[in-house]
């Protein structure tokens, strides 16, 4: 696994972003943007479940939509089964439903095109 996984599994889950959240915060944001910055397509199965368990349980400034841009590239690589697990794997609600619910209409999309 490559080490921008290693440090977001040590960093945990995300947290909620807060009103109360004062300037401490930031090094904790910068930390997690440089890291999921410096991720490069294509993801294995193995970083994506790291990525998927991380999203905060509604948003933390912004990040959240970093993660989802690299999880939904995952679509391109597995079968629907693995992918849909991997969303199954989501702490947060939210963004588990958020999730299925773009699948859903891509693929309708898609069958569309067919």
Same mark, same amino acid.
């Given at each position: ?17 807060? /009103?109360?959240?004062? =300037? &401490?915060?930031? *090094?904790?944001? +910068?930390?997690?943007?440089? %890291? ?5 397509? !294509? ?24 993660? /989802?841009?690299?999880? =939904? &590239?995952?679509? *391109?690589?597995? +079968?629907?089964?693995?992918? %849909? ?5 989501? !702490? ?23």
């Amino acid at each position: 696994m490559r080490q921008e996984f290693v440090y977001l599994t040590e960093l945990g889950r995300m947290p909620n972003e807060s /009103l109360s959240d004062d =300037e &401490s915060i930031d *090094k904790l944001i +910068n930390l997690y943007d440089e %890291l999921l910055e410096n991720i490069t397509l !294509p993801l294995s199965y193995e970083e994506a479940l790291v990525l998927v368990r991380i999203f905060p349980e509604s948003a933390f400034y912004d990040l959240q939509w970093a993660l /989802l841009r690299l999880v =939904e &590239s995952m679509v *391109k690589y597995e +079968n629907e089964v693995n992918y %849909l697990h991997l969303i199954k794997q989501c !702490p947060s609600e939210e963004w588990r439903n958020a999730m299925m619910d773009r699948y859903k209409n891509r693929k309708k999309t898609n069958s569309k095109e067919k």
